[in-house]
Protein backbone atom coordinates (compact mmCIF):
# COMPACT_ATOMS: atom_id res chain seq x y z
CA UNK A 1 0.00 0.00 0.00
CA UNK A 2 2.95 2.41 0.79
CA UNK A 3 4.05 1.62 -2.37
CA UNK A 4 1.64 2.48 -4.08
CA UNK A 5 0.77 5.84 -2.14
CA UNK A 6 4.30 6.66 -3.44
CA UNK A 7 3.82 6.03 -7.09
CA UNK A 8 1.03 7.56 -6.79
CA UNK A 9 2.57 10.12 -5.35
CA UNK A 10 5.51 10.31 -7.89
CA UNK A 11 2.81 10.40 -11.04
CA UNK A 12 0.69 13.41 -9.61
CA UNK A 13 3.74 15.14 -8.40
CA UNK A 14 3.77 18.91 -10.46
CA UNK A 15 6.64 21.36 -9.60
CA UNK A 16 5.22 23.69 -6.73
CA UNK A 17 7.40 26.53 -5.34
CA UNK A 18 6.06 25.97 -1.51
CA UNK A 19 7.59 27.19 1.87
CA UNK A 20 10.47 25.71 3.78
CA UNK A 21 9.22 22.95 6.01
CA UNK A 22 10.51 20.65 8.45
CA UNK A 23 10.96 16.99 7.90
CA UNK A 24 7.89 14.78 7.17
CA UNK A 25 6.50 11.26 8.04
CA UNK A 26 4.65 9.46 5.42
CA UNK A 27 0.49 8.80 5.88
CA UNK A 28 1.57 10.91 8.98
CA UNK A 29 3.33 14.23 7.71
CA UNK A 30 4.22 16.86 10.27
CA UNK A 31 1.34 15.25 13.04
CA UNK A 32 4.88 13.70 15.18
CA UNK A 33 5.78 17.90 15.27
CA UNK A 34 2.77 18.61 17.14
CA UNK A 35 2.40 16.19 20.29
CA UNK A 36 4.03 18.16 22.68
CA UNK A 37 3.78 21.49 23.24
CA UNK A 38 2.07 22.93 20.13
CA UNK A 39 3.27 26.43 19.85
CA UNK A 40 7.27 25.82 20.03
CA UNK A 41 7.27 23.88 16.76
CA UNK A 42 4.75 26.28 14.72
CA UNK A 43 6.80 28.99 15.75
CA UNK A 44 9.90 27.13 14.46
CA UNK A 45 8.40 27.24 11.01
CA UNK A 46 7.08 30.88 11.10
CA UNK A 47 11.33 31.38 11.67
CA UNK A 48 11.55 30.10 8.00
CA UNK A 49 8.27 30.67 6.50
CA UNK A 50 6.20 33.37 8.04
CA UNK A 51 2.53 32.17 7.95
CA UNK A 52 -1.13 33.47 9.93
CA UNK A 53 -4.08 30.81 9.13
CA UNK A 54 -7.30 32.55 9.80
CA UNK A 55 -9.96 30.15 8.64
CA UNK A 56 -12.87 31.86 8.57
CA UNK A 57 -14.71 28.19 8.93
CA UNK A 58 -12.91 25.85 11.17
CA UNK A 59 -12.40 22.20 10.32
CA UNK A 60 -14.25 19.00 11.35
CA UNK A 61 -13.48 18.37 15.24
CA UNK A 62 -15.44 15.36 16.39
CA UNK A 63 -15.34 17.52 19.95
CA UNK A 64 -16.96 20.11 18.18
CA UNK A 65 -19.82 18.04 16.81
CA UNK A 66 -21.30 16.12 19.94
CA UNK A 67 -20.38 18.37 22.56
CA UNK A 68 -21.36 21.56 20.76
CA UNK A 69 -24.41 20.53 19.55
CA UNK A 70 -23.39 19.71 16.16
CA UNK A 71 -21.26 22.91 15.65
CA UNK A 72 -23.87 25.67 16.56
CA UNK A 73 -21.90 27.74 18.82
CA UNK A 74 -20.10 30.95 17.51
CA UNK A 75 -16.42 29.55 17.74
CA UNK A 76 -16.85 26.27 15.64
CA UNK A 77 -20.08 27.39 13.68
CA UNK A 78 -19.68 27.37 10.08
CA UNK A 79 -19.21 30.93 8.41
CA UNK A 80 -22.37 32.20 7.07
CA UNK A 81 -25.69 33.57 8.27
CA UNK A 82 -26.30 31.74 11.15
CA UNK A 83 -22.97 32.74 12.62
CA UNK A 84 -23.32 36.57 11.49
CA UNK A 85 -26.42 36.26 13.70
CA UNK A 86 -25.04 34.44 16.30
CA UNK A 87 -22.21 36.93 16.78
CA UNK A 88 -24.78 39.89 16.29
CA UNK A 89 -26.21 38.35 19.32
CA UNK A 90 -23.50 37.64 21.42
CA UNK A 91 -22.28 41.59 20.99
CA UNK A 92 -24.85 43.36 20.92
CA UNK A 93 -27.01 41.42 23.25
CA UNK A 94 -24.59 39.16 25.80
CA UNK A 95 -21.62 40.70 25.94
CA UNK A 96 -22.30 44.89 25.84
CA UNK A 97 -21.30 46.86 28.73
CA UNK A 98 -24.56 46.73 30.78
CA UNK A 99 -24.81 42.82 30.48
CA UNK A 100 -21.56 42.64 31.26
CA UNK A 101 -21.63 43.99 34.93
CA UNK A 102 -24.51 41.69 35.41
CA UNK A 103 -22.08 38.96 34.85
CA UNK A 104 -19.69 39.84 37.25
CA UNK A 105 -21.30 37.35 40.44
CA UNK A 106 -20.97 34.33 38.03
CA UNK A 107 -18.25 34.30 36.13
CA UNK A 108 -16.45 31.39 37.64
CA UNK A 109 -19.54 29.13 38.78
CA UNK A 110 -19.50 25.74 37.77
CA UNK A 111 -16.00 25.76 36.12
CA UNK A 112 -14.25 23.50 38.16
CA UNK A 113 -16.83 20.68 37.20
CA UNK A 114 -16.28 21.17 33.35
CA UNK A 115 -12.32 21.09 33.61
CA UNK A 116 -12.34 17.80 31.60
CA UNK A 117 -14.67 19.59 28.78
CA UNK A 118 -12.21 21.87 28.43
CA UNK A 119 -9.41 19.55 28.09
CA UNK A 120 -11.40 17.66 25.64
CA UNK A 121 -12.02 20.59 23.22
CA UNK A 122 -8.46 21.50 23.07
CA UNK A 123 -7.19 17.84 22.97
CA UNK A 124 -6.41 16.58 19.35
CA UNK A 125 -6.74 13.49 17.63
CA UNK A 126 -5.96 11.16 14.64
CA UNK A 127 -9.68 11.10 13.78
CA UNK A 128 -10.21 14.77 13.03
CA UNK A 129 -7.10 14.00 10.49
CA UNK A 130 -9.62 11.60 8.78
CA UNK A 131 -12.69 12.14 9.76
CA UNK A 132 -14.06 9.96 6.92
CA UNK A 133 -13.20 7.11 8.73
CA UNK A 134 -16.40 6.40 10.98
CA UNK A 135 -14.97 3.58 12.40
CA UNK A 136 -12.14 5.16 14.18
CA UNK A 137 -14.33 7.52 16.94
CA UNK A 138 -16.16 3.82 17.74
CA UNK A 139 -12.74 2.16 17.92
CA UNK A 140 -10.88 4.54 19.76
CA UNK A 141 -13.37 5.15 22.67
CA UNK A 142 -13.79 8.94 22.01
CA UNK A 143 -16.83 9.41 20.68
CA UNK A 144 -18.37 7.48 23.92
CA UNK A 145 -16.67 9.49 26.05
CA UNK A 146 -17.32 12.81 24.50
CA UNK A 147 -21.66 11.94 24.34
CA UNK A 148 -20.67 11.19 27.95
CA UNK A 149 -19.44 14.72 28.19
CA UNK A 150 -22.77 16.44 26.18
CA UNK A 151 -24.88 14.17 28.37
CA UNK A 152 -23.80 15.77 31.70
CA UNK A 153 -23.52 18.87 30.39
CA UNK A 154 -26.71 19.10 28.71
CA UNK A 155 -29.09 17.83 31.62
CA UNK A 156 -27.35 20.68 33.49
CA UNK A 157 -27.92 23.38 30.89
CA UNK A 158 -31.52 22.15 30.30
CA UNK A 159 -32.07 22.17 33.89
CA UNK A 160 -31.47 25.86 34.20
CA UNK A 161 -33.24 26.74 30.67
CA UNK A 162 -36.32 24.99 32.42
CA UNK A 163 -35.76 26.56 35.91
CA UNK A 164 -35.87 30.46 33.89
CA UNK A 165 -38.73 29.41 31.55
CA UNK A 166 -40.59 28.60 35.16
CA UNK A 167 -39.47 32.00 36.76
CA UNK A 168 -41.06 33.76 33.55
CA UNK A 169 -43.97 31.74 33.45
CA UNK A 170 -44.66 32.23 37.26
CA UNK A 171 -43.66 35.97 37.97
CA UNK A 172 -43.31 36.92 41.46
CA UNK A 173 -40.91 40.37 42.79
CA UNK A 174 -38.81 39.96 39.90
CA UNK A 175 -40.10 43.31 38.70
CA UNK A 176 -36.60 45.00 39.86
CA UNK A 177 -34.15 41.80 38.34
CA UNK A 178 -32.57 42.42 35.38
CA UNK A 179 -32.52 39.49 32.36
CA UNK A 180 -29.17 37.35 32.94
CA UNK A 181 -27.68 35.96 29.91
CA UNK A 182 -30.46 32.70 29.68
CA UNK A 183 -33.12 35.28 30.10
CA UNK A 184 -32.01 37.59 26.95
CA UNK A 185 -31.15 34.28 25.02
CA UNK A 186 -34.99 33.18 25.68
CA UNK A 187 -36.84 36.29 25.00
CA UNK A 188 -34.28 36.52 21.71
CA UNK A 189 -35.98 33.08 20.85
CA UNK A 190 -39.60 33.49 21.53
CA UNK A 191 -39.78 37.44 20.40
CA UNK A 192 -36.52 38.19 18.47
CA UNK A 193 -37.27 37.98 14.60
CA UNK A 194 -34.36 36.69 13.86
CA UNK A 195 -33.22 35.93 10.70
CA UNK A 196 -32.46 31.96 11.59
CA UNK A 197 -34.72 30.29 14.14
CA UNK A 198 -32.82 29.99 17.64
CA UNK A 199 -33.29 26.41 18.52
CA UNK A 200 -32.49 25.37 22.61
CA UNK A 201 -29.28 23.91 21.15
CA UNK A 202 -27.92 27.06 20.43
CA UNK A 203 -29.37 28.89 23.53
CA UNK A 204 -27.23 26.02 25.27
CA UNK A 205 -23.95 26.14 23.00
CA UNK A 206 -23.89 30.22 23.44
CA UNK A 207 -23.89 29.63 27.29
CA UNK A 208 -21.19 27.05 26.64
CA UNK A 209 -18.92 29.88 24.90
CA UNK A 210 -20.00 32.49 27.74
CA UNK A 211 -19.55 30.58 30.49
CA UNK A 212 -17.00 27.64 29.86
CA UNK A 213 -14.73 28.59 27.10
CA UNK A 214 -14.59 32.37 28.35
CA UNK A 215 -14.22 31.97 31.94
CA UNK A 216 -11.30 28.91 31.48
CA UNK A 217 -9.80 31.23 28.77
CA UNK A 218 -9.32 34.62 31.36
CA UNK A 219 -8.51 32.01 34.38
CA UNK A 220 -5.34 30.77 32.35
CA UNK A 221 -4.17 34.56 31.94
CA UNK A 222 -4.66 35.21 35.50
CA UNK A 223 -2.33 32.48 36.26
CA UNK A 224 0.33 33.01 33.82
CA UNK A 225 0.27 36.77 34.59
CA UNK A 226 1.14 35.25 38.18
CA UNK A 227 3.80 32.98 36.73
CA UNK A 228 5.45 35.99 35.09
CA UNK A 229 5.59 38.08 37.91
CA UNK A 230 6.84 36.15 40.28
CA UNK A 231 9.45 34.38 38.05
CA UNK A 232 10.22 38.38 37.98
CA UNK A 233 9.80 39.67 41.39
CA UNK A 234 10.70 43.61 40.24
CA UNK A 235 7.61 43.24 38.03
CA UNK A 236 5.67 41.55 41.13
CA UNK A 237 6.49 44.29 43.41
CA UNK A 238 6.03 47.36 40.67
CA UNK A 239 2.73 45.89 40.20
CA UNK A 240 1.75 45.58 43.08
CA UNK A 241 2.61 48.73 45.06
CA UNK A 242 0.71 50.26 42.28
CA UNK A 243 -2.69 48.91 43.11
CA UNK A 244 -2.22 48.85 46.84
CA UNK A 245 -1.99 52.82 45.77
CA UNK A 246 -4.58 52.93 44.46
CA UNK A 247 -7.22 51.15 46.58
CA UNK A 248 -5.70 51.43 50.28
CA UNK A 249 -7.43 54.48 51.18
CA UNK A 250 -10.36 52.23 51.16
CA UNK A 251 -9.30 48.85 50.98
CA UNK A 252 -12.06 47.76 48.37
CA UNK A 253 -10.72 46.43 45.09
CA UNK A 254 -13.73 47.15 42.64
CA UNK A 255 -13.66 47.53 39.14
CA UNK A 256 -14.33 51.75 39.41
CA UNK A 257 -11.36 52.23 39.66
CA UNK A 258 -9.18 49.86 37.41
CA UNK A 259 -8.14 52.13 35.15
CA UNK A 260 -6.00 53.71 37.55
CA UNK A 261 -3.80 51.10 37.48
CA UNK A 262 -1.74 51.65 34.44
CA UNK A 263 1.22 49.37 35.02
CA UNK A 264 -0.66 46.14 35.89
CA UNK A 265 -2.62 46.77 32.01
CA UNK A 266 0.79 46.67 30.69
CA UNK A 267 2.05 43.34 32.72
CA UNK A 268 -1.37 41.72 30.97
CA UNK A 269 -0.99 42.80 27.71
CA UNK A 270 2.61 41.43 27.42
CA UNK A 271 1.27 38.65 29.33
CA UNK A 272 -1.18 38.17 26.19
CA UNK A 273 1.53 38.51 23.91
CA UNK A 274 3.75 35.35 25.48
CA UNK A 275 0.35 33.29 26.47
CA UNK A 276 -2.50 34.47 24.40
CA UNK A 277 -5.99 32.61 25.12
CA UNK A 278 -5.67 30.08 22.31
CA UNK A 279 -2.21 28.98 21.70
CA UNK A 280 -2.52 28.93 18.43
CA UNK A 281 -2.74 33.09 17.76
CA UNK A 282 0.81 33.31 15.82
CA UNK A 283 3.11 35.43 15.60
CA UNK A 284 3.56 36.36 19.13
CA UNK A 285 7.40 36.40 19.51
CA UNK A 286 8.42 37.74 16.41
CA UNK A 287 11.98 39.43 16.57
CA UNK A 288 11.04 41.58 13.43
CA UNK A 289 8.70 43.56 15.92
CA UNK A 290 9.81 42.79 19.12
CA UNK A 291 13.13 43.15 21.14
CA UNK A 292 14.16 40.68 23.23
CA UNK A 293 10.67 38.77 21.91
CA UNK A 294 11.16 35.81 24.45
CA UNK A 295 11.61 38.12 27.53
CA UNK A 296 8.83 39.41 29.98
CA UNK A 297 9.02 42.76 29.35
CA UNK A 298 5.58 45.05 30.21
CA UNK A 299 7.62 48.29 29.75
CA UNK A 300 8.01 46.67 26.02
CA UNK A 301 4.57 48.85 25.83
CA UNK A 302 4.47 51.99 27.35
CA UNK A 303 4.11 55.05 24.75
CA UNK A 304 2.82 52.43 21.94
CA UNK A 305 0.16 52.34 20.49
CA UNK A 306 -0.53 48.41 19.81
CA UNK A 307 -3.16 47.05 21.00
CA UNK A 308 -5.08 43.58 21.47
CA UNK A 309 -8.49 44.63 19.28
CA UNK A 310 -6.78 43.02 16.26
CA UNK A 311 -5.63 45.88 14.14
CA UNK A 312 -1.75 45.30 14.97
CA UNK A 313 -1.00 42.25 13.34
CA UNK A 314 1.98 41.69 15.46
CA UNK A 315 -0.44 40.97 18.59
CA UNK A 316 -3.34 39.24 17.98
CA UNK A 317 -4.00 37.40 21.20
CA UNK A 318 -8.00 38.01 20.79
CA UNK A 319 -7.90 36.86 17.01
CA UNK A 320 -8.49 39.44 13.93
CA UNK A 321 -10.87 40.04 11.06
CA UNK A 322 -14.52 38.02 11.38
CA UNK A 323 -13.25 35.52 13.94
CA UNK A 324 -12.07 37.91 16.07
CA UNK A 325 -13.61 37.24 20.01
CA UNK A 326 -16.42 39.17 20.77
CA UNK A 327 -16.34 38.91 24.56
CA UNK A 328 -12.63 40.83 24.57
CA UNK A 329 -14.23 43.42 26.60
CA UNK A 330 -15.76 40.79 29.23
CA UNK A 331 -12.46 38.40 29.43
CA UNK A 332 -10.09 41.66 29.75
CA UNK A 333 -12.48 42.71 33.09
CA UNK A 334 -12.11 39.75 34.77
CA UNK A 335 -8.83 38.92 34.02
CA UNK A 336 -7.84 42.94 35.30
CA UNK A 337 -10.18 42.74 38.12
CA UNK A 338 -8.87 39.03 39.64
CA UNK A 339 -5.51 40.44 39.24
CA UNK A 340 -6.24 43.50 41.47
CA UNK A 341 -7.38 41.44 44.34
CA UNK A 342 -4.56 38.89 44.46
CA UNK A 343 -2.26 41.53 44.55
CA UNK A 344 -4.01 44.04 46.77
CA UNK A 345 -4.76 41.57 49.18
CA UNK A 346 -1.78 38.88 49.43
CA UNK A 347 1.67 38.62 49.17
CA UNK A 348 2.93 35.85 47.32
CA UNK A 349 5.95 33.58 47.18
CA UNK A 350 7.05 29.71 46.34
CA UNK A 351 6.57 27.28 48.35
CA UNK A 352 9.41 24.93 49.79
CA UNK A 353 12.16 27.79 49.09
CA UNK A 354 12.12 27.25 45.56
CA UNK A 355 13.93 29.45 43.78
CA UNK A 356 12.64 32.03 41.23
CA UNK A 357 14.47 31.34 38.16
CA UNK A 358 13.46 27.70 38.97
CA UNK A 359 9.85 27.73 38.11
CA UNK A 360 8.80 25.76 35.26
CA UNK A 361 7.34 27.80 32.33
CA UNK A 362 6.23 24.89 30.12
CA UNK A 363 3.40 25.71 28.51
CA UNK A 364 0.22 22.75 28.36
CA UNK A 365 -1.36 20.84 24.99
CA UNK A 366 -4.85 22.12 24.83
CA UNK A 367 -7.24 25.15 23.50
CA UNK A 368 -6.17 27.31 26.79
CA UNK A 369 -3.44 27.82 26.25
CA UNK A 370 -2.76 26.73 30.43
CA UNK A 371 0.33 25.92 32.22
CA UNK A 372 1.62 22.53 32.03
CA UNK A 373 1.70 22.06 35.85
CA UNK A 374 -0.36 24.21 38.07
CA UNK A 375 0.98 26.94 39.78
CA UNK A 376 1.17 26.49 43.32
CA UNK A 377 2.33 29.74 45.64
CA UNK A 378 1.98 30.81 49.17
CA UNK A 379 -0.35 33.62 49.81
CA UNK A 380 0.36 36.05 52.52
CA UNK A 381 -2.62 38.35 54.16
CA UNK A 382 -2.07 41.63 53.31
CA UNK A 383 -3.25 44.35 55.91
CA UNK A 384 -3.69 47.90 54.74
CA UNK A 385 -2.63 50.61 57.09
CA UNK A 386 -5.29 53.03 57.01
CA UNK A 387 -8.15 50.18 56.89
CA UNK A 388 -9.23 49.00 60.62
Known sequence: MVFKLRMRSNINESPKSLP???WKLPILGHLHLLMFSLPCPLDGISQKAWFLDAPTTWPFLLVAEIILYNFSDIGF????????QLRK?????????????????????QISSLKEFVEALGSFSIIDLFPSIKLLPVISGRRAKFETFHHDLDAMLQSIIEEHRSSKANPKDSNDVTDDLVDVLLNLQDHGGLEFPLTTDSIKAAILDMFIVGTETSSAAVEWAMSEMIKNPRILEKAKAEVRQVYDRTGDVNESDLHKLKYLKLVIKETLRLHPPLPLLLPREDSNYWNEAESFNPERFINSSVDYKGTNFEFIPFGAGRRRCPGMSYGMAAVELSLAQLLYHFDWKLPNRMKNEDLDMTEAFGASGRRKRDLYLIPIPYHPPCVG
Open 20 to 22: PAP
Open 77 to 84: APYGGHWR
Open 89 to 109: VCTLELLSTKREQSFRSIREE
